[in-house]
């Protein structure tokens, strides 16, 4: 799971270029938020957490 920011200063242009790196399930989110999503937008880090972990069992 990879997660941006559409206003993210730090990264501009995002992580979904980085998407061929992954060998297993993969899956790419933007959310409208900046950097630290876990605080800013914790609904939607929490629901990525959430199906990152049903991948699992």
Do not use: C, I, Y
Not at 19 to 28: I, K, R
């Amino acid at each position: 799971m990879t997660l941006d920011g559409t206003q993210d200063p730090l990264k501009p242009g995002g992580t979904k270029s980085d998407a061929p790196l992954f060998v297993a399930a993969h899956e790419h989110r933007t959310v409208e938020a900046g950097h630290n999503l876990p605080q800013e937008k914790p609904r939607d880090f929490a629901d990525a957490v959430s199906k990152v972990r049903s991948w699992l069992v």
